[in-house]
């Protein structure tokens, strides 16, 4: 069974931070790029970060960057969002999702996802 599982979310103050985890079983993903999602109600799903096999290339959503930060540790087969200065409008679902080769900020082109983890940013 491929499995992604996230765990960190919360209820925070805006201006605190979180730090999510993915972790990854049931397989090696070995060539996979790995991204975060969210989902707000009644908002369709919105990407927000993504990384490389390597770790060596990121890419973050304008609306997260400087903010939050996605790492890998494959040793460990987790990926990580650090997320720093966080504000009302990050409420949301986060979703870690995995996809061969290059990463993408297209949640169509990604082949296994997590269940999603509540984040929740008070004012």
């Known amino acids: 069974q491929v499995q992604l599982v996230e765990s960190g979310g919360g209820l925070v103050q805006a201006g605190g931070s979180l730090r999510l985890s993915c972790a990854a079983s049931?397989?090696?993903?070995?060539?996979?790029?790995m991204g975060w999602f969210r989902q707000a109600p009644g908002k369709e799903r919105e990407f927000v970060a993504t990384i490389t096999w390597s770790g060596g290339s990121t890419y973050d959503a304008d609306s997260v960057k400087g903010r939050f930060t996605i790492s890998r540790d494959n040793a460990k087969n987790t990926v990580y969002l650090q997320m720093n200065r966080l504000k009302p409008e990050d409420t949301a679902v986060y979703y870690c999702?995995?996809?061969?080769?290059?990463?993408?900020?297209?949640?169509?082109?990604?082949?296994?996802w997590g269940q999603g983890t509540q984040v929740t940013v008070s004012s």
């Open positions: 049931g397989r090696t993903f070995t060539n996979y790029a």
């Open positions: 999702a995995a996809r061969y080769g290059a990463g993408s900020s297209w949640p169509r082109f990604y082949d296994y």
